[in-house]
C-alpha cells in the first residue's frame, strides 16, 4: 500500500537490568486499506500480580485484531468508535477476572487510534502518551496513582513523584476487579501533535519531561525511539531527591535505579 504521507511509526522495548521477565508489551499497526488510519498502544502489566506478561499481551492482542479485522468505513464515527474501545476494554477486564479470579491479573493500556482527522486516547494505569509541536511537550493523559494527586491538588513538581517509594501503585487498571476499571478516553484533532509518544513507567521514572523534549527537539526522529530507551535502561540520569521535597512527609523517597523496570515507547510523527 502506498503511503497517503509520509510518517514514522516505531515501536521500542527493554526488559530492564533488573527484571527478570517483560511484563510490558507494544503494537504499533496501520490499517491495510489505508495508512492514515493507525493504532499504537503500549501496555504494562503489574509485577506485583501474577501473570502480568499475560495480561498486557493478551490485551494488545485483542485490540490488534480488532483493529486490522474492520472495514475502512467503521472509522468514520468518532463517537461509535469511542464506545467500541470502552467495550473491547471491559471485555478483557471481565475475561481476566473470569478466568483468573480477583486480584490476579493486572495492565495498564495507554492506546492511540488515529484517524483521518481526530485521534482517540484510551488511558487507564500510569502509562502515558505526550504530545510534540514547535519544540514543546505536553503530556495529554494522567496517571492513575495515588502519588498523582499530590501533583494535581497539592501542586508539588510533577518530577517529584518518581521519588516516592509507592510511586507504583495504581487505582485504576484493567484486570484486578469489576470496581477499578474506568477507561478514560479523549478526542484530540490531529492538528494538537506533530509527535505522539506512547511511554510505560520504566521510562518517565526515570527520564523527566525535559530530557524527553530534548530528545524529540535534538535527535534524529529516525532513532528517537531508541534514544529514549537506552535513556531509561542505561544512562545515569544524575537524579537526586529535591531538598524542598524532604520537607514533606508524604512518603519515603527513593531515587530511581536506572534500568529497574522493563521500558517502553511507542512513537507516531508526521513527517
Known amino acids: 500500500m502506498e503511503k ?15 527484571r527478570p521477565t517483560q511484563e510490558d508489551a507494544v503494537i504499533a499497526l496501520v490499517h491495510p486499506e489505508d495508512d492514515r488510519i493507525k493504532l499504537l498502544a503500549v501496555a504494562d ?3 506485583g500480580k ?7 499481551n493478551y490485551v494488545l492482542q485483542k485490540f490488534g485484531y480488532w483493529f486490522l479485522e474492520q472495514p475502512l468505513s467503521s472509522f468514520s464515527d468518532v463517537a461509535e468508535l469511542k464506545e467500541k474501545l470502552i467495550n473491547l476494554v471491559m471485555e ?5 477476572i473470569l478466568e483468573y479470579g480477583s486480584e490476579q ?5 495507554t492506546l492511540a487510534l488515529v484517524l483521518e482527522e481526530d485521534t482517540l486516547i484510551l488511558h487507564l494505569g500510569d502509562s502515558r502518551c505526550y504530545f510534540y ?8 493523559t494522567e ?13 508539588l513538581n510533577k518530577e517529584w513523584l518518581r521519588y516516592f517509594a509507592t510511586s507504583n501503585i495504581i487505582h485504576n487498571c484493567i484486570g484486578i476487579s469489576f470496581n477499578v476499571c474506568r477507561p478514560h478516553v479523549y478526542i484530540f484533532s490531529n492538528d494538537s501533535y506533530k509527535t505522539l509518544l506512547l511511554t510505560t513507567d520504566g521510562v518517565t521514572d526515570l527520564v523527566t519531561d525535559s530530557k ?19 535513556e531509561a535502561v542505561f544512562v545515569d540520569q544524575h537524579l537526586f531527591i529535591p531538598s524542598d521535597l524532604k520537607k514533606y512527609p508524604y512518603d519515603h523517597y527513593l531515587v530511581p535505579v536506572r534500568g529497574r523496570d522493563n521500558a517502553s515507547v511507542v512513537l507516531f510523527s508526521k513527517i
Open 105 to 109: 491479573v493486572g495492565t495498564t493500556l
Open 4 to 18: 497517503i504521507y509520509d510518517y514514522i511509526l516505531q515501536k521500542q522495548t527493554h526488559i530492564g537490568l533488573l
Open 143 to 155: 496517571d492513575d496513582s495515588d502519588v498523582w494527586l499530590y501533583y494535581k491538588y497539592q501542586h
Open 212 to 230: 524527553l523534549q530534548h530528545l524529540l527537539r535534538d535527535t534524529d526522529i529516525q532513532t528517537v525511539s531508541k534514544r529514549i530507551i537506552e
Open 50 to 56: 501474577q501473570y502480568g506478561d499475560i495480561a498486557a
Open 45 to 47: 502489566g503489574m509485577g
Open 133 to 140: 509541536k514547535n519544540g514543546e511537550i505536553k503530556q495529554v
Open 92 to 96: 478483557c477486564n471481565h475475561h481476566f
